[in-house]
């Protein structure tokens, strides 16, 4: 029996990661037409995940501008939308997380009465600048949201303490799980582009991009890699660096042409997802990176102030270290110099799920559009 139509909506480099195993999973179902509309908020970014798992987008708004602003995308998004949600009609539009992408999909979706699927829902630092614009945009996406796919009970209960109907709250796991152990294998041969590292130093893997560490935070952090690289002849930085310009000028600036430090371009998900696992650990201030690494049993230091993702900082595998230079340099220090701290950091576990997310998100889709055949009849 034909159930009905879902639009997936998605944008950049961490959504298509953690869509890709959804529009897999949903596209296997027969009576479930799939529409997958790419905003393109991020281009080449984009475009590595698209065609890694295979995804043919019917629409794509191609909206990506260079240092493009808040205002821009938001708007170009609903704009862009307004068309398309009118001819195809969709039963449900499906968002992820919270970029500005997934809320003005959502409300895109909200101005036609489409019901909104939120994956990813319930992350919460309870500080409205810190991710920022991202803490605003996941609670106002919430806010539009019938369906809450929250990846952890934590998560759930921070849905539960902003009054979201129970009912309407799945925990799922995070699907980025799904999609790591997808690409992730132990005999993996590393990327030629990673050629000229000496592979029997400690690999430390980088990554930087959040907005409220451009300027004096990022530079600090760069300070820090440097203090780091000066004080231990054996390890090799490896960073793949943003395509974001205030992110690139500043690392290539501080840190190009420097023995050591491997600046790199944005690795495609399957090498990079290698490479973490051959890291000997990670500091970034990525969300995503948080939830991949410690079911890889690395280490990471979160460059960031506050984080959404307590649950790994609880299981003790992540550290919140913040954007201050000496304290960046003491806590990644403790780490290659003490085996006994490296070793307690160094487990593998995994509070983000079990490889089963999407599934679990599809059924619900699936009672979901049948319930609602149901209530219409
Ligand atoms: C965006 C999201 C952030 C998410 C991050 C993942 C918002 C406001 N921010 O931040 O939540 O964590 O993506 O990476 O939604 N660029 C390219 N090519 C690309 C991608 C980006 O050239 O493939 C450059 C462009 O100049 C673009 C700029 O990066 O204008 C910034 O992209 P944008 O999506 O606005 O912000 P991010 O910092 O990537
Ligand atoms: N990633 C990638 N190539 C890279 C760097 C990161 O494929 O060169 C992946 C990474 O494994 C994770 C996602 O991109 O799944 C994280 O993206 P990003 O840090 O840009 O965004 P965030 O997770 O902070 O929103």
Known sequence: MYLGKVMVVFGT??????????????????????????????????????????????YDLDLMKEKQDLYSITAGVILGLQKIIETEKPDLLLVHGDTSTTFAAALAAFYQKVPVGHVEAGLRTKNKYSPYPEEMNRVLTSRLAELHFAPTDTARENLLAEATANFKIWVTGNTVIDALLKVVKEEYILADSLANINTDNRIILVTTHRRE????????????????????????????????????????????????????????????????????????????????????????????????????????????????????????????????????????????GDGQAALRIVNVIKDFLYTRIGSEV
């Open 213 to 352: 560490n451009w300027g004096n935070k990022m530079k600090d952090i760069y300070k820090a890699l440097l203090d780091l690289v000066a004080e231990f002849a054996d390890i090799e930085l490896v960073f793949p660096v943003h395509m974001n310009p205030i992110v690139r000028d500043l690392a290539v600036e501080m840190l190009g042409n420097k023995e050591r430090i491997h600046l790199i371009e944005p690795l495609d998900y399957e090498p990079f997802a290698n490479l973490m696992n051959k890291s000997y650990m990670i500091l970034t201030d990525s969300g995503g990176l948080q939830e991949e690494a410690p079911s890889l049993g690395k280490p990471v230091l979160v460059l960031r102030d506050t984080t959404e993702r307590p649950e790994a900082v609880v299981a003790g595998t992540v550290k919140l270290v913040g954007t201050v230079r000496d304290n960046i340099y003491r806590e990644a220090k403790l780490l290659l110099n003490d085996e006994g701290e490296y070793m307690k950091m160094a487990k593998a576990i995994n509070p983000y």
């Open 13 to 58: 480099r961490p959504e298509a990661i953690k869509m890709a195993p959804v529009v897999k999973e949903l596209e296997k179902v027969a009576d479930i037409e799939t529409i997958v509309v790419v905003t393109a908020q991020h281009r080449e970014m984009l475009d590595q995940v698209l065609y890694l798992f295979d995804i043919n987008p019917k």
